[in-house]
């Protein structure tokens, strides 16, 4: 898909998960433009035979042309000026902060730049995994119970076993579980290098973690393969990122189909009209016969290529699908009448 640019990077601790999910979403949709975020906040032109994990890592990014943005699009320096930068759709692959918060979102709106990707409401749900809680059960999808701490106060009035993550942060950096006070306090501690909050939730043993991704094209709602993932007791930040290069599609998890149909009704509402213009990935548990929201991945590892059969054309119904803002016009006949009022009008 060569009419989309890819931004990728950020100030993050995702930001090396950012640059991998770029190099191999860029291969699967044959992308010829990028637009690099570094951790410095300075975004940079990258030629496609430069997207490699190396070329960020050894720093020579930095010899490529600086991006700057203003109302219509983007831009590089010359000796004659500025030149525009041909952008077509901006696909937001910028994972954690920056790219999911809502930052990159207000920054491409305010330029009017066409993107795919979490709008501002959006990113401000979906990052926050409070907000996140309050706006499932919003929608009549549950989650399970929950606790908010911070650094100033640690009590938790919940058994063990215990899950604690930051409250802010994806790629299941930061999370622990515990069984003891003792764990907690340490489980505390590493949450909080993280960020000042952390979420505590029930630890279920055996509890069954399913993933469903799609997005709004001219169609409907493009619904992915359902997956079960892989895991030990948490999902992990190797599990879940280190084989981020993959495209191979994933094995169907044999599920009922009542329950593979709760799952996509859970997702849906999810959805919602909140989402439009993004392909998201919704991480759901499954205790008994109730389905519950995990979290919401509003810009997830590689686009989540892995779970649909026709990728690109997904990612293309959804740029075929973007909303729009209102036009407004700005007339200053508020101001005009004022002044013709107090007899200043010229």
């Known amino acids: 898909m060569k009419e989309l640019t890819i931004l990728f990077g950020g100030s993050s601790f995702e930001h090396e998960i950012s640059i991998v999910s770029a190099v191999s979403v860029g291969k699967l949709l044959d992308c010829d433009s990028y637009l690099f975020l570094d951790a410095k906040r300075e975004f940079y032109l990258i030629e496609k035979e430069q997207m490699k994990s190396s070329y960020f890592s050894s720093g020579e990014y930095k010899k490529a042309k600086k991006v700057y943005f203003r109302q219509g ?38 330029h009017g730049i066409d993107f795919i990707g979490p709008r501002i409401e959006a990113s401000v749900l979906s990052y926050n995994k409070l907000l996140t809680k309050q706006y499932a059960r919003q929608t009549g999808v549950k989650t399970l119970p929950y606790e908010v701490v911070d650094m100033q106060n640690r009590a938790v009035d919940m058994e063990f076993p215990l899950i604690v993550k930051p409250l802010r942060l994806g790629s299941s950096i930061g999370i622990s579980v515990v069984h003891d006070k003792e764990q907690l306090d340490f ?75 709760e799952l996509y009704d859970a997702f849906t509402k999810v959805y919602g009209s909140l989402f439009a213009g993004s392909l998201i990935r919704c991480d759901f548990f499954v205790h008994g016969d109730e389905v519950y929201l995990n979290e919401i991945n509003p810009i997830p590892g590689s686009m989540a290529n892995y779970l649909f059969d026709d990728f690109a054309g997904v990612v293309a119904g959804v740029g075929a699908s973007l909303p729009k803002e209102h036009g407004i016009t700005v007339d200053y006949k508020y101001i005009n009448n004022i002044q013709a009022a107090k007899g200043k009008a010229r």
């Open 73 to 110: 699009g983007a831009f590089i320096k010359t000796l004659f000026g500025t030149k525009a930068i041909p952008l077509q759709t901006v696909l937001n692959l910028i994972h954690g902060r920056d790219g999911e918060d809502g930052k990159i979102a207000s920054l491409l709106q305010l």
């Open 187 to 261: 489980a505390l501690d590493v949450a909080f290098e993280y960020d000042e909050q952390a979420l505590v939730e029930p630890f279920i043993e055996g509890i069954k973690e399913y993933n469903v991704a799609g997005a709004l094209t001219p169609e409907g709602i493009a619904l992915s393969t359902v997956e079960e993932p892989k895991k030990q007791q948490i999902l992990d930040f190797e599990k879940k990122y280190m084989d981020f290069s993959r495209d191979d599609k994933v094995q169907e998890a044999q599920i009922a189909e009542g329950l593979k149909q």
